[in-house]
C-alpha cells in the first residue's frame, strides 16, 4: 500500500470521504468543511452518476490532517463520526 503526501489542515475541520467503483476505475473525492449534503451534491455533479449508482460516503470531524491510500482508505489524525 503506497500512500500519497498528507494535507495538513489550517485548523482541525470536518472531513467527507466519498469512494465510487466503477470498473476498471476506483474514484476517491476528499471534501473539507462542506457538509455531507454540498460534498455529495458535488460529487453527484463532477462525475454525473445515473439513479442506480451507488457511493460510499464516510464523515471525519475534527481532522488535523490527511492522507488517501491507493485502495481508496482516508488516513486521518482527527475523529470518525
Known amino acids: 500500500m ?10 482541525p ?5 466519498i469512494s465510487y467503483q466503477k470498473e ?10 462542506q457538509t455531507r449534503q454540498q460534498a455529495e451534491d458535488s460529487f453527484k455533479q463532477q462525475y454525473n452518476l445515473l439513479p442506480q449508482e451507488t457511493y460510499d ?7 488535523e490532517s490527511y492522507s488517501v491510500t491507493e485502495d481508496g482508505n482516508l488516513l486521518i489524525n482527527g475523529t470518525y463520526k
Open 24 to 33: 476498471p476505475y476506483h474514484y476517491v473525492a476528499i471534501f473539507v468543511n
Open 2 to 11: 503506497q500512500m500519497q503526501t498528507a494535507a495538513y489542515l489550517p485548523s
Open 13 to 17: 475541520s470536518p472531513v467527507i470521504l
Open 57 to 63: 460516503v464516510k464523515e471525519y470531524k475534527e481532522v
